[in-house]
């Protein structure tokens, strides 16, 4: 068990819909990831923050957002679903934001959207 | 633009020999590299890491080396053991003017652990 909490663990949902994953990190993780894993792309990098702040940005599309509350947990935000969406959603933590402090990932949100 | 490469697909080797996982990388800017291994519907875990200031790094039965001149690192596991099958995955990250962590992930490698 990583430590980390991602919920729901499954979704299906409608094109055009939106919906919202949820992350709890680790205890005492300050930094938190969003990563998507698709079929035809493997794990791929899209958003971080850190303490509350976004702290880098990968190739995350418009329509999705994310933001870190005050209490650390993340959210992310995804709107007007595609077919193409579907995915697993992970979620990861680190103490530092820096690359030397290795990524603990939950379970993931498996998203389908039909 | 695939800038990590995990060429193998799949590797099937016999419990107590040694798996060897190979990884590429394009770009010279990632300056930090790691393993992690994944089993089905599970998050990936932290296997072990390295920098670029190494060429290797050793944490039990894993060993990863690094080939900075031919931006290659690979991953040995020795001895291999059944519990060791899962798929595994080459990440990179670098330093862009205090960004933070972002991991470039390779495609995977199933390795598969035969008793």
């Known amino acids: 068990d990583s430590g980390v909490t991602q919920t729901p663990k499954h979704l299906i949902t409608a094109t055009g819909q939106r919906v919202t994953l949820r992350c709890s990190p680790r205890s005492g993780d300050l930094s938190v990831y969003w990563y998507q894993q698709s079929l035809d792309q493997g794990l791929q990098f899209l958003i971080q923050y850190y303490n509350g702040e976004e702290r880098a940005k990968g190739n995350i599309l418009e329509r999705f957002s994310a933001q870190q509350f005050p209490d650390l947990h993340s959210e992310l935000n995804l709107s007007s679903l595609e077919l193409g969406d579907s995915a697993l959603y992970f979620c990861a933590s680190s103490v530092d934001p820096g690359v030397s402090s290795p990524l603990h990932f939950g379970n993931g949100t498996r998203l389908t959207v039909t | 633009d695939q800038q990590v490469k995990q060429n193998s697909p799949s590797l099937s080797v016999q419990e107590g020999r040694i798996s060897i996982l190979n990884c590429d990388y394009t770009n010279s800017m990632f300056d930090y590299f790691l393993w992690y291994k994944k089993y089905p519907a599970e998050g990936p875990t932290f296997l072990i890491s390295?920098?670029?200031?190494?060429d290797k790094n050793e944490d039990g039965r894993f060993t990863v080396f690094l080939n900075k001149s031919a931006k290659h690192l690979s991953l040995h596991i020795v001895p291999s053991q059944p519990g060791d099958s899962a798929v595994y995955f080459c990440?990179?990250?670098?330093?862009?003017?205090?960004?933070?962590?972002?991991?470039?992930f390779g495609g995977g490698t199933r390795l598969m652990v035969k008793p």
């Open positions: 390295i920098s670029s200031i190494k």
């Open positions: 990440a990179a990250s670098a330093v862009y003017n205090n960004a933070g962590n972002m991991l470039t």
